[in-house]
Each structure stands twice: as structure tokens, then as C-alpha cells.
């Protein structure tokens, strides 16, 4: 069989919308890039080239992985994020764009002292003690680690998943801050509850599994069928998580330390109403993501 470049895009793209892949165009390119590594930039010049032998084969392999419904990220095993260049595979979610204003919030505080613009009292430190706890890939608090040069950080990335934290380690080492970040293997607080201390932070940020049991088999293939459940299943009303961080959070954060969360978008109130009974937080406010949506909690430890 001997298919240009052209013809065998052509060829992906229409297996994909057949399986129903929403973005097959797109998707039929960049597995070919991956591939054969060639940047989406140069792939336009290449279209009348023919392809080697054994590259069909190759390339029909992913067209059919990815119509299958395995997400591309999952097939290419990586995922950008801040800019950045994140390993994944399927112990841990894909890094999604929403948390990325997130994380811009948190450097805002931290380098500038202040929120969406406005100034914050009390935030200025010499040294951050951070804890991403639910960290997955790391992309959170590696991201940090990276892009907040010029102030000093020790990262923690904390997973009930062993094999999570695997892949952290490795996206610290590759994105070169393996020593500002440190791991910690366990079930939301337990890793930082020693019998005499626990350990303290200036700054908590998690994207915590949120999603309600019950809407779970409703997700796309893609989500349901390949990203970890416990990466995605808050419980049945999706708060399971808040509650624990709600009620935990405050012992592990130093005085005036900082809470974000990631919540869904229907979760702002339920989440705010939460740190609220707990007690022991103030300026409790709730951001919008780039799209309008609630999206992240904000909240300071109450002295
Ligand atoms: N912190 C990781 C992320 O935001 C993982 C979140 C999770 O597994 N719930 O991508």
C-alpha cells in the first residue's frame, strides 16, 4: 500500500468521526506527529510524501486506539499545562485547562500579594511550605515549583496512589525541580498527621476528585472508561473530599495559610457553606474560571 501523508490524514480522520471523536481532525494529525515526531507546524509540507513501509500499520494502530475512546493523551502520554510538557498515563487524570487558572492565582498571591488585582494583607513570606494534596501528575504543584522562580518553595505532592506520585516524580525530574518538590504517599492528611506534630503549611491547593457518583456514567467514554475513578468520584453529592478538607485542612496550614480548591461549577455555595461550619477560615471568597463558571475556592486560615 503506498498512501501520501495526505491521504492516510484523510483516511484517520474519517475512522475517527466514524467512532464518533469529536475532535478527529485534530486528533488524526497529531497522531501522526507523534508518530513519526514531527512538529503540527511541519506537517503541511509532508502531505505529498509517501509513507514507509510499516508506517500504515503504525499509524491505524493509533487511529483504531484512539477510536476506541482512550483519550489522545493517554496514547502519546502527555498533556501540556502551564506551558509545560506533563507525562500522564492512566494513574492519573489529565490535567485540565481550568485548573490552569488556578494555578495563575496561586502565583499571583505568592509573587505579587495579590488576587485577581487586588491586594492581599498578610500574605508576604520569606519561604512557602506548599501542599498539593491530591496531586496526581503533579501538574499542580510541580507547575508551581517550576514557575515560581526567584521565591523560595518547597513543594509537597501528596496521592493516595503510589502510582500517581510515579508519575509526579518523574514530571519534577524532567521539568528539572525535583529538588524543591517532595512526595508523600497517602490518604488525604494521614501522610502529615505524625503522633507528636503534624506538619504545616503556608498554602494548600487541591483539585480534588468532584464529580458526583451518580453522573459518573454519564461522562464521555474517554473520561469514565480510562481516566482512575478515584481521581474522579467525590461521592454522592461530590463533596466527599470538601468535608475532610474542610474540617482537616486548618490543623495542617501555619497562621493566615492559604486554601485553594478546585470545585465544579455548581459547587460553589455547597463548598463555601462547608468551610463555613467547620470554621476557623475567613475571607472565604469563590473565582470563575475563564469561561464565567465558579471554579476555585478561596480561603484564609483565621487567626
Ligand atoms: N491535581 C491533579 C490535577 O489537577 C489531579 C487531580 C485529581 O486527580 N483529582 O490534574
Keep these: 500500500m503506498s498512501l501520501s501523508v495526505k491521504e492516510i490524514l484523510n483516511i484517520g480522520q474519517r475512522r475517527l468521526q466514524d467512532a464518533g471523536v469529536s475532535d478527529a481532525a485534530l486528533d488524526s494529525k497529531l497522531l501522526y506527529c507523534f508518530m513519526t515526531g514531527i512538529t503540527t507546524g511541519r506537517l503541511f509540507i509532508m502531505y505529498q510524501n509517501i509513507l514507509q513501509d510499516g508506517q500504515c500499520d503504525e499509524y491505524f494502530r493509533l487511529i483504531d486506539e484512539r477510536a476506541s475512546g482512550k483519550p489522545l493523551q493517554y496514547i502519546t502520554g502527555t498533556q501540556e499545562?502551564?506551558?509545560?510538557?506533563?507525562?500522564?498515563?492512566?494513574?492519573?487524570?489529565?490535567?485540565?485547562?481550568?485548573?490552569?487558572?488556578?494555578?495563575?492565582?496561586?502565583?499571583?498571591?505568592?509573587?505579587?500579594?495579590?488576587?485577581?488585582?487586588?491586594?492581599?494583607?498578610?500574605?508576604?513570606?520569606?519561604?512557602?511550605?506548599?501542599?498539593?494534596?491530591c496531586a496526581g501528575s503533579g501538574a499542580i504543584g510541580v507547575s508551581l515549583a517550576k514557575l515560581l522562580d526567584g521565591v523560595k518553595v518547597n513543594v509537597t505532592c501528596s496521592d493516595v496512589s503510589k502510582a500517581a506520585l510515579e508519575v509526579a516524580r518523574k514530571n519534577a525530574e524532567k521539568l528539572g525541580v525535583s529538588k524543591s518538590v517532595k512526595f508523600a504517599e497517602g490518604d488525604m492528611f494521614a501522610p502529615f498527621d505524625g503522633r507528636f506534630k503534624k506538619k504545616k503549611f503556608d498554602l494548600i491547593v487541591s483539585n480534588p476528585p468532584y464529580?458526583?457518583?451518580?453522573?459518573?456514567?454519564?461522562?464521555?467514554?474517554?473520561?469514565?472508561?480510562?481516566?482512575?475513578?478515584?481521581?474522579?468520584?467525590?461521592?454522592e453529592d461530590g463533596l466527599d473530599f470538601y468535608r475532610i478538607i474542610a474540617r482537616e485542612a486548618g490543623e495542617f496550614m501555619k497562621?493566615?495559610?492559604?486554601?485553594?480548591?478546585?470545585?465544579?461549577?455548581?459547587?460553589?455555595?455547597?463548598?463555601?457553606?462547608?468551610?463555613?461550619?467547620?470554621?476557623?477560615?475567613?475571607?472565604?471568597?469563590?473565582?470563575k474560571d475563564l469561561a464565567g463558571r465558579d471554579r476555585i475556592i478561596y480561603a484564609v486560615k483565621a487567626e
Excluded at 489529565?94 to 509573587?111: A, C, F, N
Aim: hydrophobic letters at 35%.
Design 81 to 133: 499545562f502551564m506551558g509545560l510538557e506533563f507525562d500522564v498515563n492512566e494513574s492519573v487524570l489529565i490535567p485540565r485547562q481550568d485548573t490552569e487558572t488556578m494555578v495563575e492565582d496561586v502565583i499571583s498571591v505568592i509573587k505579587d500579594g495579590a488576587l485577581r488585582g487586588e491586594s492581599l494583607e498578610g500574605t508576604g513570606r520569606r519561604e512557602w511550605d506548599i501542599l498539593d494534596l
Design 211 to 235: 464529580i458526583e457518583s451518580g453522573v459518573i456514567p454519564t461522562l464521555q467514554t474517554e473520561v469514565k472508561d480510562h481516566e482512575p475513578m478515584s481521581a474522579l468520584d467525590g461521592g
Design 255 to 287: 497562621k493566615r495559610g492559604i486554601l485553594f480548591l478546585e470545585i465544579g461549577c455548581d459547587q460553589g455555595s455547597a463548598v463555601r457553606e462547608l468551610l463555613t461550619e467547620a470554621g476557623g477560615y475567613s475571607d472565604i471568597r469563590c473565582l
